[in-house]
């Protein structure tokens, strides 16, 4: 999958090798063939720059190397690292360029493949870095690089076809380098080198690899003081990149021809080749921010959809995260009720119970105070008889009137009404009752609220007046101390 990928790359169908890089990437992934994975990868990022979205291009890269470096693998991260190398040499960044190559060869290196061609592929292109920045010791000295790996490449594979053309780069990164050095014999002998090796079939692949003599020759002579004979060479290279529409090439090639129109005196020939490369120049900052304008008019489109969608995306998972909560609180709701239902069931049972156990205890109550009424001996003395006497005082004028919240204004106002004193009423209640008077009258005021709520209707606030209370408070706090639950219960629970 990944060889297909790599064939589709040079075709002009570019939606083919998009499909077949994106499955290439999904089968290496699947089966962790890395080499390949990445190869897949590079071939993308390549097509983006064929197709000048290099925006494009250099997001994708950044996204692939995060991925290179979560795998902890020298290799892939030192393919992906080239590519942005390469990026940013059509980006006109050339420092750039050069410090993610050395990078990338750096990586490689750090756990070196001895069949790995990516060496002799980033020393090519560190020359080529070299002679755009007219570093030429740089260029020579990566172009010697070039050429050890190449001779290692062939010794390791001597059948693995023609290793003659990698050759023929690497003489003539090294005939340019000495001609930018002023060194002509040195150039010329690297000429020779390439002329021996040359092979016509070479064309077939790629025609520039003609005109590179050419563009040697020029630089040759050049260095040489032939500058006549060096433009001859270098129009022949003007004219292959003016057919092949690399503005850039042409550029580079008329500052060449200018440089040497004004070392042999036609100053004519050199403002007018100035003043071409102005032209020219402008011609490709227009393209170049166009097509950058393009880019970022279809980026912005894509991020947009993209949005939108993730938008509509949230927007679903929002809903089913709502639905999703909706049903655990209408589920936690309804056990809630469930629960609920069932205590108040529970409570009311147990009231019930409390209730018949009142009123169970009431007949009880009734019975014995019938029969001592009827077997109980006549009292021994008068005393007996008043204090029986003060007590039934005592209930009828609690019944007939109200008291205040204040416990001791109301004793005052009981001893006032019934015409005794403070000792003979506690003694008298705690004689005949066995309670103390305060637990006394509010036995008495409960009793007629029971009796209240068994027979009438009434609010419970008004049963609580009624009773003689006068804080409704304090009829729930006294009625639930005594009985074991509140007034509501206990009139609903008599049904």
């Known amino acids: 999958m990944a060889t297909l990928t790599g064939i589709y790359y040079g075709q002009v169908d570019t939606d083919s090798l998009f499909i077949f890089a994106e499955e290439a990437i999904r089968v290496a992934r699947q089966h962790k063939q890395y080499n390949n994975l990445f190869f897949a990868h590079q071939q993308l990022i390549r097509r983006y720059l064929r197709n000048e979205q290099i925006i494009t291009a250099l997001r994708y890269a950044e996204e692939v190397r995060e991925e290179a470096g979560g795998l902890q693998q020298n290799l892939p991260e030192a393919m992906i690292l080239a590519s942005i190398g390469n990026i940013y040499y059509r980006l006109g960044q050339y420092e750039e360029a050069v410090r993610y190559t050395v990078e990338s060869t750096e990586k490689a290196l750090q756990s070196r493949d001895p069949n790995s061609t990516i060496y002799a592929a980033n ?64 150039a010329l002998r690297e000429i020779r080198n390439a002329e021996a090796i040359y092979d016509l079939r070479w064309n077939e692949v790629n025609r520039y690899n003609a005109i590179e003599l050419d563009d040697m020759y020029g630089a040759y002579y050049h260095a040489a003081g032939d500058y006549k004979r060096a433009i001859e060479h270098l129009d022949r290279v003007l004219e292959y990149f003016e057919d092949t529409g690399n503005l850039s090439q042409v550029i580079l090639t008329n500052n060449r021809r200018a440089a040497a129109f004004y070392e042999m005196g036609d100053l004519r020939n050199a403002i007018e080749t100035h003043n071409q490369i102005r032209q020219q120049t402008d011609s490709l900052n227009r393209q170049k921010f166009y097509a950058q304008i393009n880019e970022f008019r279809t980026i912005y489109e894509l991020d947009k959809t993209e949005m939108e969608t993730e938008r509509r995306q949230a927007a679903i998972q929002r809903q089913r995260t709502l639905i999703a909560a909706l049903s655990v609180v209408c589920l936690a709701l309804a056990l809630v009720v469930v629960l609920v239902i069932l205590n108040r069931r529970r409570i009311a049972e147990k009231n019930r119970a409390l209730y018949r156990q009142i009123k169970e205890q009431d007949r009880i109550a009734e019975t014995l105070a019938k029969a001592k009424t009827q077997y109980a001996p006549l009292p021994k003395d008068e005393k007996e008889s008043d204090q029986q006497d003060f007590i039934m005082r005592l209930r009828e004028h609690v019944l007939s009137d109200r008291y205040s919240a204040n416990p001791e204004a109301d004793i005052d106002k009981i001893i006032k009404a019934l015409n005794t004193n403070r000792t003979y009423l506690y003694k008298t209640v705690k004689n005949a009752t066995g309670q103390t008077v305060q637990d006394y009258l509010n036995t008495i005021r409960l009793d007629e609220a029971r009796r209240l709520l068994d027979t009438t209707g009434e609010l419970i606030e008004t049963v609580a007046w009624m009773s003689g209370f006068n804080s409704i408070r304090t009829f729930y706090r006294v009625f639930r101390e005594r009985y074991n639950m509140t007034p509501n219960d206990y009139r609903k629970s008599k049904r």
């Open 123 to 186: 020393y090519d292109f560190l020359s080529a870095m070299g002679r755009y920045m007219n570093r030429w010791q740089d260029m020579l000295r990566y172009a010697d690089s070039m050429y050890v790996e190449i001779d290692r490449l062939q010794q390791l594979a001597p059948d693995e076809g023609d290793m003659n053309l990698y050759f023929y780069r690497a003489y003539s990164a090294r005939a340019t380098a000495y001609a930018g050095m002023k060194q002509p014999e040195a």
